[in-house]
């Protein structure tokens, strides 16, 4: 190759299946080999030195990262259009990095109420230990704003909450974040960086659960957290002196990578990297496949009348449905419906011959589970009531399958019904 490519015009997956040769060929392999050694040695200590103290760029222990997982790292920046990226061993690794590296008890959280089960969980472990949460409806940044408090440090929301759909406001949430000077902190999970790049809305750090869009195959398990390079980290109280150095830029994720990935060794490891790295080369295929297949279907659904309410963002009566259609490329995997007989949600989901009846997201396979009785089972019934999520709930997550064998499968189910 005689010319170093850039990437700077490059469309989305142009970007991402190129992104490894922005860092040198190895060996002339043209896909990224797998590096599994944990330890990197120097040709001299003055050298091992300069790392360490991070005067150079370099590997030291496969905690703290490894080739494999920086190909990664610089693909999802690329794709969320970011400064630099962070992979953890899983999603909810990368999130707790973010609450407890980035928060100390007295400061205040503000967050989403619909948000995903183990977040939910997590925050509860964190108000334990003296940091202290306020969950809003955030689909209105007004409610965001009413619930901040002179302690307030951070926001936090998802694009499309799991599992009932919820579009938080994305936008109006990003201006009182930059008026206010808090941390905005985006879950993108489920919209993924191909339908929508929470820098756009002025996000401070973005999360991907990279076990689901990106990785996509339900092979791996893997989290990133991104720094879109708007915050300003030079008047952010939590930062340590050991990284209030240089340019403050990088002082967030110098701060994650030491206290979250480091001390708390919830690492990816290179072969799970390998996996969401090939996987991620598809990403904007999958989604706009899934995507297109979980329109037709929610239609199909929305339209039966053994079918009460169907939660998608692209069906025209969501809530949400305007914001969706506007700031996302696709409405994504994820939908929630109800149907008109509430007792018989369990048995219809036996009817059913193509969904699998499983938890988890963004997979290849259609994924199907009734809610209340299983992933928001431990949080009882009060807060089940104040997410929305009414005991016939079915969540659905659509995989790659062909749209109208889904449909089928589902017009079956329902007419064999009693
Ligand atoms: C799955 C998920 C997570 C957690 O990701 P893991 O990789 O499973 O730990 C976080 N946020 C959202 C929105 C998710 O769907």
């Known amino acids: 190759m005689s010319t170093q490519p850039t990437g700077a015009n490059w469309g989305f997956t142009t970007r991402c299946v190129h992104s490894d040769r922005l860092g040198d060929i190895e060996h002339g392999g043209i896909h990224k080999p797998l590096h599994l050694s944990v330890q990197y040695g120097y040709e001299s200590a003055s050298e091992l030195v300069k790392v360490f103290q991070g ?14 997982v920086a190909a990664l790292e610089a693909n999802v920046t690329a794709m969320e259009d970011g400064r630099a990226s962070l992979c953890f061993a899983t999603g909810m690794a990368a999130i707790t990095a973010i609450f407890t590296t980035l928060l100390k008890a ?3 959280l503000v967050c989403s109420r619909f948000i995903f089960g183990n977040t939910n969980s997590l925050l509860g472990t964190l108000q334990g230990l003296g940091i202290a ?3 809003a409806d955030a689909t209105e940044a007004a409610n965001v704003e009413a619930a901040i408090t002179p302690a307030t440090r951070m926001v936090f929301v998802e694009t499309i909450a799991n599992p009932r759909t919820q579009v938080a406001d994305l936008e109006g949430i990003g201006a009182l974040c930059k008026q206010r000077g808090l941390l905005y902190v985006v879950d993108n999970t489920v919209s993924s960086p191909w339908a929508f790049r929470p820098k756009s809305v002025g996000a401070s750090l973005v999360v991907n659960s990279l076990t689901k869009s990106i990785g996509g195959h339900g092979n791996a398990l893997g989290g990133a957290i991104t720094d879109t390079g708007l915050f300003d980290w030079s008047n952010y109280p939590g930062i340590f002196p050991a990284y209030r150095k240089g340019n403050p830029a990088g002082w967030g994720l110098a701060q994650l990578k030491k206290k979250g990935l480091r001390d708390q060794g919830a690492s990816l490891s290179s072969e799970a990297a390998h996996h969401l790295s090939v996987g991620s080369e598809t990403l904007a295929l999958r989604m706009a496949a899934s995507s ?9 659904l929305a339209a039966h009348p053994k079918v009460r309410k169907v939660y998608y963002p692209g069906l025209p009566d969501h ?3 305007a914001r969706a259609k506007k700031l996302f490329r696709a409405q994504s995997w994820l939908m929630a419906f109800e149907l008109v007989d509430e007792d018989d949600c369990v048995a219809f989901i036996d009817r059913l011959s193509l969904p699998i009846v499983a938890t988890g997201l963004g997979d290849t ?3 199907i589970l009734p809610v209340a009785h299983t992933i928001f089972w431990e949080m ?6 104040e997410m929305g999520i009414a005991d016939s709930l079915i969540r659905l997550s659509i995989g790659l399958e062909d749209s109208r064998d889904l449909i089928e499968d589902f017009g079956r189910a329902l007419e064999a019904g009693a």
């Open 365 to 367: 396979r259609s994924l």
């Open 380 to 385: 009882g019934p009060e807060r089940r009531a």
């Open 292 to 300: 297109a297949s979980a329109q037709a279907l929610a239609e199909f």
């Open 133 to 135: 949460v306020t969950f």
């Open 319 to 321: 809530a949400q449905h």
């Open 55 to 68: 005067e150079a760029a370099g590997f030291n222990y496969a905690r703290q990262g490894t080739p494999t």
């Open 106 to 108: 007295g400061d205040h």
